[in-house]
């Protein structure tokens, strides 16, 4: 059919069978700013009941931004919001007050800390969801997970909406989390204490997914964004098990030129890349490339001119903030560093990773979720996505800790299956899993290997074995395996 | 149900009514290099008849990779590939020869040149598409285009698949045009000549997306990658003409601290930055960003500390190329830029934009498709995007051009409806459309306004008027506004 359109002209409304529609006027488009307070940007975000309201951890234990819009939302006489951060810390205590005044009702995310021990006590309606790193993000991809409102804080933002979180007094690195929210989610507000002049110089988020900037007074502190699981242990035993860790890697060949590693965020772990820094010196070694968390220990090793690249997705301390505001390298969101629906990631090269645990048993699973008293503690963070990317992945722990068996028959929570988990280095010997027996011909002699069982029979002789549990029939929390299905339940300990 | 998973545990199947699956087992990832030929690409990315292959033109008319890709289509016995071009140029003259042979039949994408000329006179089964740089965006969002297979030029990539045009023998800026493609795309390939070590430093294109990285001889030709419309006039008369827009620019009092600008890439808009350059230096102003294509021009006002910003989304010059390498700047992609569907982008907030145009009328419709003989010779571009996203669309042009006039009752095709033009300045005075009362109360007696009417008189009595075309019945192709509508239809002229 012909139809004269809003331009004066004769078109067409189909054309071989596709429907086509006529120019009906053009308007200018403009902007305004988009800076308000959080209250009216939650209001026009049009909050509700039952929202799921989504929310980065990259300020960690400094973290203001959840607490307010919690806060806010309960201004707001807001019901049953379902959290979805990608963690939080002991910081956010006052959930536990938005718990039980019904302001929240459900949580998907990574808790650390005191929510998580009064959540353990005092279960949900729904069970805590934990996922790794790139497990949230495909389950933000799949639907699983369906952000409302994507509320995102960032360290500096300018009037239309593109944010950072690189510069500014409460600077935590690039913002890494949060791009799959901002594409999935219904709105999606920044929550800024620093809005500075157009164009903002960084720009992780850029307006064109932003609603609103709420300005705050202050989105954290500083002293304590850069804290927690980020210092270097100086325990002797500890340190030693750190060493045993770069023996393992370079017995089984992977210390050479190209290498690509990464460190988890435990004490251990970060000694373990002291010592890789000086092993890499020692042979004369130039690694491709660190991923991961960047701390000073990994900028070091960087300025020393041993590791060529940095893909980095979180900044760990001061130093490294400073670092990436001078020489940005490669900064990795998370959908590029772990997705697993994606084509490729950084972590899938990884040569080595050295990671922690709270537990592992005799099939090499692994838990970093739960205490042996059954509470739920701790996040996921990157371990599942790293174990899986590495062609070594290695965890460090001690055979017990006090009276607790760390080597056990189970696990109390399997966070990482034993399937992807390629050797245990503790400091009674490394156990390598004997599913890699390529890895054990390559050791074989050079190392105190032993059987993962003696080490679990070490450890129960020394601590006269684990604590038996009782549970309640009520779910605490459930962790997912990165590809969505169901790896094991978080049961309520009888009290 | 209860029941037991692949890693011994026992889950619930289902809670609260939302089905789990049972976690299945783990198993490891790596990755394998990219790198094949751009045949054995095309094969494992299922190419079929009737595929959507889409390209983008940043390889300008320096461009293998069109030609290179639609040859071993040919090759592989492929029939009926639309192209979803974001533009080509006469180095595609070869598609000519492809749409002969039934390898191409439908083009969606702007066409400048020969293929314009060749399908102006043999229209294809359906006509061609032509939209703006952020209506293609958006319409492959809303799924108007559905690339099968995204085909991308870069001048360097890593063997995973980060991919660029900032470096490399045939660097030509960065990726712009594709991030949608490859969102969306059920298959991607990266097209390079060089192979670089892995990983690559600037990614527009990441891995995450990437299928392959067909590796050839040669993307393109250096000395024809920058050229075509990114000359600056020397015709005295139109260097008038850009004079007097930035006149109109002062006397809007548009030319103060904080300004925003962009010109288009056409001789006279080329001038007009070099003018306005002259006057913030002579004004002592400094403008806050320039948006657009990014030219030695640019780079210039920047360095003198008159332009504080620099946004940019293609580069025109191998000045602007090496300028980038060093200080990367703001580079926008076409969806920060010109997505008229996103929540913000970097045209909205446009003080002032200088076009080019074939023919204006007297509605100030703007044609910049066909040529006043009824030929489809050239693309939209940012001509659409930029008009409606500026407080001042300034369209530059003489009255006539030769024996046509260009100022005349009615453009040959809208390319750019006259809602969204403010003022069109011709080398006979300075047209301002009745819409803006404001702006014509602002400049008046300041400068040399002429009612539209009176140009296109000029223009009728110096060439004795437009040629008659008339029509066949047959549809060459169309115009778009930006939001998908029918701005247009292009038909062929009676030979």
Known sequence: MKIENSAGRIVETEIAGETLKPFAGAKKYSYSSKVTDLKYALKKCDIKDGDTLSFHHQLRNGDYVINQTLAVARDLGIKNIRMAQTAMFNVCEPVIDFIKEGVVNRIEGSINGVVGDYISKNPLIYPVVLRSHGGRWSAVKRGEIHPDIAVIAASAADERGNAT?????????????????????????????????????????????????????????????????????????????????????????????????????????????????????????????????LTKLICDIYQAGRVKNVYYSQVFDD???????????????????????????????????????????INFNVNVNTHSDGRMLHGIGGHQDTAAGSSLCIIACPVFRKTN???????????????????????????????????????????????????????????????????????????????????????????
Chains 1, 2 share one sequence.
């Open 319 to 361: 130093y490294s903030v400073k670092f990436i505001q001078n020489d940005l390298g490669l900064p990795a969101d998370i959908g590029h560093y772990a997705d697993p629906t994606s084509k490729g990631r950084t972590i899938d090269g990884l040569d080595t990773v050295v990671l922690g645990a709270t537990e592992v048993d």
């Open 165 to 293: 979180g690189i510069i500014g007094d409460s600077a935590f690195g690039p913002i890494s989390y949060s791009q799959v929210d901002v594409m999935y989610a219904d709105h999606v507000i920044i929550v800024t204490d620093n809005v500075v002049e157009y164009p903002l110089k960084f720009q992780e988020i850029q307006e064109r997914h932003v609603d609103y900037v709420a300005q705050v007074d202050k989105i954290g502190d500083p002293k304590n964004i850069m804290s927690g699981t980020t210092k270097i242990t100086e325990d002797p035993m500890k340190l030693h098990i750190a060493h045993d860790c770069v023996d393992l890697m370079d017995a089984a060949g992977l210390i050479k030129d190209g290498m690509i590693f990464q460190s988890g965020a435990g004490g251990i772990s970060l000694a373990a890349m002291k010592y890789l820094g000086e092993r890499l010196e020692e042979k004369d070694v130039v690694a491709s490339t660190a991923t991961g968390g």
């Open 405 to 495: 068996p760390i080597v056990r028959e189970k696990v109390t929570t399997i966070t990482t299956p034993g399937d992807v988990v390629d050797a245990i280095v503790t400091n009674e010997g490394i156990a390598i899993n004997p599913k890699r027996q390529d890895l054990i011909e390559k050791v074989k002699g050079k190392l105190n290997i032993v059987p993962i069982e003696d080490l679990k029979n070490m450890a129960y002789e020394e601590t006269g074995g684990p604590q038996e549990l009782e549970f309640e029939d009520k779910l605490v929390g459930m962790t997912r395996w990165f590809d969505g299905t169901v790896l094991d339940l978080i049961w309520k300990v009888k009290e």
